[in-house]
């Protein structure tokens, strides 16, 4: 079965304490996988695609890594408005189906 | 301006009613989707248009309908509303189908409740 859990559900952060936040896929054909960061009360915003192991994206603070089954995004000291969900999707090949993690919520506290 | 708009932001009913949101988006995307988000945070895809035609209906009742009357709207209409229905649907558009994946913009959503 399809699915993206991503881990851990909540981190609470210092300004500038460095952390990683990961999400783990199963789907038969991945043909992108996306992070997205939104805050309370708004539509989720789009961070980066991957599209195969290996490959990296970064902005800022924020740097996405892929690999076959997992991505991470890394956050390098971090400042208070960082605070959001991130979510973590994947494109499967079939049917144009996009699934969703469940996010982790980010807290980062000055 | 706002690239993916919905309307209402709040709407608050009574079970048994029937209510429609309405999605537009002024980037020129071919594909619109509406996801479901519940309590604890899960974004469930619902349907999905390109160009007009529906080409993602996911295993949801049958009092949603989505209506495009043009790529640039879609909007969602819900029959006889039942409290589990209670969410926040977000409708979303992305540049096109095709072989790359392309990332999806989100409406600010709408908070659905239903007493």
């Known amino acids: 079965e399809d699915q993206v859990t991503q881990s851990p559900e909540a981190l609470r952060l210092q300004e500038g304490e460095s952390s990683s936040l990961n999400c783990s896929y199963t789907v038969s054909g991945l043909r992108g996988l996306f992070w997205y960061r939104q805050d309370p009360g708004k539509g989720p915003e789009f961070l980066f695609t991957?599209?195969?192991a290996g490959e990296e994206k970064e902005k800022e603070r924020l740097k996405a890594t892929l690999t076959k089954k997992e991505s991470f995004l890394h956050i390098t000291a971090p400042k208070p408005e960082d605070s959001a969900t991130y979510l973590c999707?994947?494109?499967?090949?079939?049917?144009?189906?996009?699934?969703f993690g469940s996010g982790t919520k980010l807290n980062v506290k000055p | 301006d706002t690239a993916v708009s919905q309307t209402p932001k709040y709407l608050v009913t009574q079970m048994g009613n029937d209510k429609s949101i309405k999605c537009e988006q002024n980037l020129g995307h071919d594909t619109m989707y509406w996801y479901k988000q519940d309590s604890k945070k899960f974004l469930k895809i619902m349907f999905s248009y390109n160009n007009k035609e529906l080409i993602i209906n996911e295993t949801v009742p049958n009092r949603f309908s989505p209506k495009s009357p043009d790529k640039a709207h879609l909007n969602l209409h819900i029959n006889s509303l039942e409290l589990g229905d209670s969410a926040v649907y977000f409708c979303?558009?992305?540049?096109?189908?095709?072989?790359?994946?392309?990332?999806?913009?989100f409406g600010p959503g709408t908070r659905l409740t239903v007493t």
């Open positions: 991957l599209y195969s």
């Open positions: 999707a994947v494109q499967a090949w079939y049917f144009n189906k996009f699934y």
């Open positions: 979303a558009s992305s540049p096109a189908l095709g072989l790359a994946g392309y990332e999806q913009y």
